[in-house]
């Protein structure tokens, strides 16, 4: 009896710390297994499950605008400094008209 005790608190424990949508939706299954799920209910989790894909949405969209603006910034960065590798140009030379007459 006291390992069953201590099994029915660990589940417990357990259900508590999942997301509430989880356990909403896990309800909702029960329920329609059992044959008792309302379309309160079916609603409310689908509601949710829309919530959390807006709000994934918007999360996705605030990345992928952050990644943007460090690459804009690495490449002003890159543009702004002068590259070592490039040669710089040389100063052209008047030609003189002795030159150029040979």
Do not use: C, Y
Not at 78 to 84: L, M
Request: a negative charge; aromatic letters at 0%; proline letters at 6%.
């Amino acid at each position: 009896p006291s390992s069953q005790k201590f099994s029915a608190e660990a589940l417990q424990a357990t259900i508590t710390s999942l997301p509430d949508n989880l356990v909403n939706e896990a309800t909702l299954r029960l329920a329609e297994v059992s044959g008792t799920a309302t379309k309160k209910q079916k609603l409310e989790v689908l509601e949710e499950q829309e919530e959390l894909i807006e709000d994934e949405d918007v999360q996705e969209k605030k990345k992928h605008e952050q990644e943007k603006k460090e690459e804009e910034e690495a490449k002003a960065d890159e543009n702004a400094k002068p590259k070592e590798s490039e040669p710089k140009p040389k100063e052209s030379k008047p030609k003189s008209k002795d030159s150029a007459n040979h």
